[in-house]
């Protein structure tokens, strides 16, 4: 199983970046997706789940401003960040369990500042 985050980067407040996450030896559209993200001196936090069904769920931080959305035939896994500000600069991963062990991407910078 293999996780590998893209998409990150430097972007003004305000801006937008889209984050993917591609997988390979597992069917993503069978498991639940989160993004998580670790901010430098704090812990690794949820910001959104996607479901085998589809269904989303946001950190309070992101609600309104960031989407997570799949495509099922590029096995791949969205994150849409809209409106960025400063403190959604951090490290970007993603999540999934598989046969009850987490597997973790390799992060992805996304730092949003003048």
């Known amino acids: 199983v293999q996780l590998v985050e893209s998409g990150g980067g430097l972007v003004q407040p305000g801006g937008s970046l889209r984050l993917s996450c591609a997988a390979s030896g597992i069917i993503f559209s069978s498991k639940i997706v989160d993004w998580y993200r670790q901010a430098p001196g704090k812990e690794r936090e949820v910001v959104a789940t996607i479901t085998s069904g589809g269904y989303t769920s946001y950190a309070d931080s992101v609600k309104g401003r960031f989407t997570i959305s799949r495509d099922i035939p590029k096995n791949t896994v969205y994150l849409q960040m809209n409106s960025l500000k400063p403190e959604d600069t951090a490290v970007y991963y993603c999540?999934?369990?598989?046969?009850?062990?987490?597997?973790w991407g390799q992060g992805t910078q996304v730092t949003v500042s003048y």
């Open positions: 999540h999934t369990m598989h046969w009850n062990s987490p597997y």
